[in-house]
């Protein structure tokens, strides 16, 4: 049997078994569209009946406990969880509905509630990231991956699951934004594109310690800034300006940003060489 043949077998044998811990991406992505589409998206000509809205929100938990069925192995558990899931929910929407309106209230491009609900990724993001801490909350493995990092391929915007996010939490843009797994934000914050909230170090024995950065109320993070550690945090009020690299805390109300220096060439040359490269 050469090599090619020994993997075939393989993989034969491992999908003929049953694999703890190995859902099917498809039917997450399948959950979070769906689930944001039954709170957003549907439409009163569609669901225009308490009846209706009743029979998709069944469906709901049937494919969630389809999902669950993946990766947990007793009928108790995944009962618990699908309710503590859906018993939360309308918690989580009208905290995104806070999240909406912050949006809409700081962001002078957004016309509308209805736009910012289904033409923003950052609102997106953040309701599937909402959605994926409720599951992570109760202990469920993988699936809370999954979700995010559906969100993260429709939007380019990565938050771990495990983050704490507080209310009125606003993504303008949004892509290229990292959010990593212990980082704590505030109420009331609002991040640009390209922001990194990220640890200091990746090494494997710090996996179970605090590594990425707190954010306290009311901060603004403008683009392309970085944040990093475990022990940084950006007190309340505080306004971080755009490309800002932060590995140290600073207090309330504080205002760190990179002063540009313009110099403008005569016939002398500059005293150091402008180096590009293409």
Request: hydrophobic residues 40%; proline residues 4%; negative net charge.
């Amino acid at each position: 049997m050469n090599n090619y043949q020994q993997l075939i077998k393989e993989l034969v044998e491992k999908n003929q078994g049953n694999f703890a811990g190995y859902p099917s991406k498809q039917l997450a992505a399948e959950f979070a569209d769906r689930l944001f589409q039954f709170l957003f998206g549907y439409s009163k000509k569609r669901l225009n009946s308490s009846q209706e809205v009743e029979n998709e929100y069944r469906l709901l938990k049937s494919h969630l406990q389809t999902l669950l069925q993946e990766v947990i192995h007793e009928a108790a558990v995944i009962e618990k969880a699908t309710e503590d899931f859906f018993e939360a929910i309308p918690n989580i929407y009208h905290v995104l509905l806070e999240d909406a309106h912050a949006i809409l209230r700081t962001d002078p491009a957004a016309k509308s509630i209805e736009e910012v609900l289904m033409a923003y990724p950052g609102f997106y993001a953040t309701a599937i990231y909402r959605v994926a801490h409720q599951l992570l909350v109760s202990d469920v493995p993988v699936i809370p991956r999954l979700l995010t990092e559906h969100a993260h391929s429709q939007t380019g915007i990565d938050i771990h699951p495990g983050a704490v996010i507080g209310k009125a939490f606003a993504i303008d843009h949004g892509t290229g934004l990292v959010i990593g797994e212990t980082t704590v934000i505030g109420d009331h914050v609002k991040i640009y594109q390209g922001v990194t909230l990220g640890a200091l170090s990746v090494d494997k024995s710090r996996a179970n310690i605090k590594r990425h950065p707190t954010v306290e109320d009311n901060v603004i993070i403008y683009s392309g800034s970085t944040i990093l550690g475990g022990d940084t945090i950006i007190g309340r009020d505080s306004i971080i300006g755009g490309n800002v690299f932060l590995t140290y805390s600073i207090p309330s109300s504080s205002v760190v940003y990179h002063k540009s220096e313009i110099k403008v060439k005569d016939n002398n040359p500059f005293p150091e060489p402008l180096n590009f490269v293409i």
